[in-house]
């Protein structure tokens, strides 16, 4: 079993809708989640990241962890055609710990 | 756009030889990690360097080698090439006591094994 499980997708919606992407993990020491967003021939790019449980909102984007279900969620709200590129999860048990990341769900947004 | 470079942008190669990636960290960074991305899935941890010293390696064998000079900057080395190792390799440069929002990622070098 994969540490982190992250469904690729690809996934497309038209411009204006609510997306939802999703992660399931299997490590209780993890304790920082992120969300980072990759276009094509770039670096992964830190989107947003949560401590513990909880919500947590950054202009369109809210970010949820339920550490009990071992579940961590991103909405995009308003969803715009930049917003088209490939959505990666992440964790790590400390911040001098190394990053365990999804796979990767690819996102298109159509104008 | 971030300071953190990588060299070349991509190569090609043939099982069995050697290669080289670099990785300039961005300033005042003095801690880099390298990932390697397959096709299709997310970034694996490679090894991770701090103050030239190996901090951490992930599940891969030891013919991939790293080092980090002075100036922080870092290669990794990997021989005897093998045709999974295509991939794309990240480097990702951070400050050691910096939060999780200081880490950041260069653009990565494509590698293909022919």
């Known amino acids: 079993q994969k540490e982190v499980e992250q469904d690729p997708g690809p996934l497309s919606v038209p411009e204006g809708a609510i997306v939802s992407l999703n992660c399931t993990y299997s490590n209780s020491a993890f304790q920082y989640f992120m969300w980072y967003r990759q276009y094509s021939r770039k670096g992964p790019e830190l989107l947003m990241y949560?401590?513990?449980?909880g919500n947590k909102e950054d202009g369109r984007f809210t970010a949820q962890v339920d550490k009990s279900s071992k579940y961590i969620s991103l909405f995009i709200r308003d969803s715009q055609p930049s917003d088209s590129a490939t959505y990666l999860c992440?964790?790590?048990?400390?911040?001098?710990?190394?990053?365990?990341f999804g796979r990767g769900t690819q996102l298109t947004v159509w104008p | 756009e971030t300071g953190v470079t990588q060299s070349p942008t991509h190569l090609i190669k043939t099982r069995g030889q050697q290669v080289t990636l670099r990785c300039s960290s961005q300033?005042?960074?003095?801690?880099v990690s390298w990932y390697q991305q397959a096709l299709g899935q997310g970034p694996q941890f490679i090894f991770q360097?701090?103050?030239?010293?190996?901090?951490g390696r992930g599940n891969f064998p030891p013919r991939f080698s790293g080092l980090q000079f002075p100036n922080y900057s870092s290669e990794l080395n990997v021989n005897a090439l093998e045709l999974d190792d295509s991939a794309l390799y990240l480097c990702?440069?951070?400050?050691?006591?910096?939060?999780?929002?200081?880490?950041?990622f260069g653009p990565g070098t494509r590698l293909t094994v022919l």
């Open positions: 360097y701090y103050r030239e010293e190996e901090n």
């Open positions: 949560t401590y513990s449980s």
């Open positions: 992440a964790m790590i048990a400390s911040t001098l710990g190394r990053l365990y």
């Open positions: 990702a440069s951070s400050p050691r006591t910096g939060g999780l929002d200081t880490q950041y």
């Open positions: 300033s005042g960074h003095n801690t």
